[in-house]
């Protein structure tokens, strides 16, 4: 069965960086791309971007284009998101989440349902 | 403000049918299929309903989707109370070159 587990909470301090890992099993790492989503306190869940696993291209949403970086290794079947900078509104739980896309090329990109989802991770900003 | 539209909140009593709308445009989704994630505090989101109306395997067939146009609506019969929770739609938005989540709507069982 497939299964996504993601690192431990997390405090930081405002200026900081944090980096969440999500080690996958079940499934040919390879196979999917990964996603991560989070969810503010009393918000809702955002998409934050995606990579795939088998070339690492990334698209991200264009709130978080610079200041984050999302990586994997394939020899741990495991995705990473750093986040930079850290502002007290980063304060969330993260999610990975499995999910198939594509390039059509160009920077244009698209990406499918999210199938599987890791425990999420919270993170503090403060100070 | 999100970019898919959600009524915050829906409700109803033990085995009624609800329904959970979702309003885009032709960026999102009048030009993908939509996904709905069923969120439970303190747990991870759990996908419901894949491609407008695909239940992945496991989801009870209580659940379904349907999608016209720039609209899409989640429909839970028989309501339970264990399906009190968090429901989100998503999809990909062409123009924002993202996934792009709706608010959320929080389903109280009376």
């Known amino acids: 069965q497939v299964h996504l587990v993601q690192s431990g909470a997390e405090v930081k301090k405002p200026g900081a960086s944090m980096k969440v890992s999500c080690k996958t099993s079940?499934?040919?790492?390879?196979?999917?791309?990964i996603n991560w989503v989070r969810q503010a306190p009393g918000q809702g869940l955002e998409w934050m971007g995606w990579?795939?696993?088998?070339?690492?291209?990334?698209v991200f949403a264009q709130k978080f284009q610079g200041r984050v970086t999302m990586t994997t290794d394939t020899s741990t079947s495991t995705a990473y998101m750093e986040l930079r900078n850290l502002r007290s509104d980063d304060t969330a739980v993260y999610y990975c989440?499995?999910?198939?896309?594509?390039?059509?090329?160009?920077?244009?990109?698209?990406?499918?349902?999210?199938?599987?989802w890791g425990q999420g991770t919270l993170v503090t900003v403060s100070s | 403000q999100s970019v898919l539209t959600q009524p915050p909140s829906a409700s109803g009593t033990p085995g009624q049918r609800v329904t959970i709308s979702c309003s885009g445009s032709?960026?999102?989704?009048?030009?993908?299929?939509v996904n709905w994630y069923q969120h439970l505090p303190g747990t991870a989101p759990k996908l419901l309903i894949s491609?407008?109306?695909q239940r992945p395997s496991g989801v009870s067939d209580r659940f379904s989707g349907s999608k016209s146009g720039t609209s899409a609506s989640l429909a839970i019969s028989g309501l339970q109370s264990e399906d009190e929770a968090d429901y989100y739609c998503a999809t990909w938005d062409d123009s924002l070159n993202g996934v792009v989540f709706g608010g959320g709507t929080k389903l109280t069982v009376l």
């Open positions: 491609r407008n109306n």
């Open positions: 032709s960026s999102n989704i009048g030009s993908n299929a």
């Open positions: 990579i795939s696993t088998p070339n690492s291209n990334t």
């Open positions: 989440a499995r999910a198939e896309g594509y390039s059509y090329g160009s920077g244009s990109y698209f990406v499918d349902y999210f199938d599987y």
């Open positions: 079940g499934y040919t790492f390879t196979s999917s791309g």
